[in-house]
């Protein structure tokens, strides 16, 4: 006999919004114990006849279970939930999307708190979540140990991907991603506009749009070889000299359809300064280094 008792093997999620609503269906679905909480109560009852627990208050979710999962919209509404709740020995994974900064200093919070943490940045929408084959999936980092600790728990909703020890990385992917997904809208909205007060069907564009940039998505290979091996002329394809005629012609067309540039200037002007630079024999590696060189924060 011990006195020392048993791990609690349930686990606690805080904030059932769109994304913690899904995430705790999956849970359940699965046969987790899990115990809930949520700022406004209504949206938590629900979850009672599915066979979570619901907390009364955050603090006594937390008490409920080692394991504490928070998905809430920001890192502030993250600070003034866990505000004087008692974390010592929880595994705190918070899935809330935030920046790199706010993740590492989260993380010191938390430690400092009794806790071990690990940020979470959720590649999916909602209804991603819980479905096998949906390509949902999250990116992790801090602590390895707490990670390994409730792999099981956390690969429920979405593939996992483990990113490192510092808590900044879960974030730092997740945005790398979302920045670039920006960008790729930004580039369709412009493509419909050109279109649009055309005699085509935009669900026919769309359908063009999306095996297009499917099929151009390895260029992002090219750059990486590049950025390895700092020779940013091996295996160019389409270099800039020719894509700054292209350009040209993409303004004159949008000028032509009435569409403003205002989306694409921005890319085109960088392109055209590596070019005025003497790298038009590239292709546009070079504009990470632009963009670094004409970053204004503090960076790392
Ligand atoms: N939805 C998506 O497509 C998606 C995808 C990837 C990542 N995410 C991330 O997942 C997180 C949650 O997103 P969501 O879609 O679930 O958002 P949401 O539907 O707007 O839900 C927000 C949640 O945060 C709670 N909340 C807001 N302010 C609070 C405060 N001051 N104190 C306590 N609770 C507070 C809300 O509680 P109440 O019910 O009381 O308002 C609700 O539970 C966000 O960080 C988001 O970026 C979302």
Not at 146 to 166: Q, R, W
Not at 191 to 211: M, Q, T
Not at 212 to 221: E, I, V
Not at 274 to 294: A, M, P, Q, R, Y
């Amino acid at each position: 006999m011990t006195d020392t008792p048993a791990p609690r093997t349930g686990s606690t999620l805080l904030g059932l919004g769109a994304m913690g609503t899904a995430l705790a269906s999956a849970w359940l679905t699965a046969g987790h114990d899990l115990t809930v909480w949520n700022r406004t109560a209504a949206r938590a009852r629900p979850f009672a006849e599915r066979g979570a627990t619901v907390a009364a208050s955050a603090a006594e979710a937390v008490a409920a279970n080692d394991l504490v999962v928070v998905c809430l919209l920001d890192d502030a509404s993250v600070r003034a939930t866990l505000d004087g709740v008692d974390l010592t020995g929880k595994d705190l994974v918070n899935l809330t999307t935030g920046t790199p900064g706010s993740g590492r200093a989260l993380a010191e919070w938390a430690t400092a708190r009794g806790a071990r943490f690990v940020d979470g940045g959720i590649m999916a929408v909602p209804p991603m979540i819980g479905v096998p084959g949906s390509g949902a999936y999250v990116f992790y980092s801090g602590s390895a140990a707490a990670f390994e600790a409730h792999h099981g728990t956390l690969a429920v909703p979405a593939g996992t991907k483990y990113v490192g020890e510092d808590p900044g990385f879960a974030a730092l992917y997740d945005v790398a991603l979302l920045s670039a997904m920006t960008g790729m809208f930004a580039g369709v909205s412009h493509a419909f506009a050109l279109v649009r007060k055309e005699n085509i069907d935009p669900r026919e564009l769309a359908g063009l749009l999306s095996g297009w940039l499917t099929a151009m998505s390895g260029y992002a290979n090219g750059i990486a070889g590049h950025l390895v091996t700092g020779d940013y002329t091996t295996g160019v394809t389409s270099n800039l000299a020719m894509m700054a005629e292209g350009n040209a012609t993409m303004l004159r067309t949008a000028q032509e359809q009435g569409v403003s540039p205002e989306l694409l200037q921005p890319f085109m002007r960088l392109m055209q300064q590596l070019v005025d630079d003497g790298h038009g024999d590239e292709d546009t590696t070079g504009v990470v280094d632009l963009l670094l060189s004409h970053g204004t924060g503090p960076g790392r």
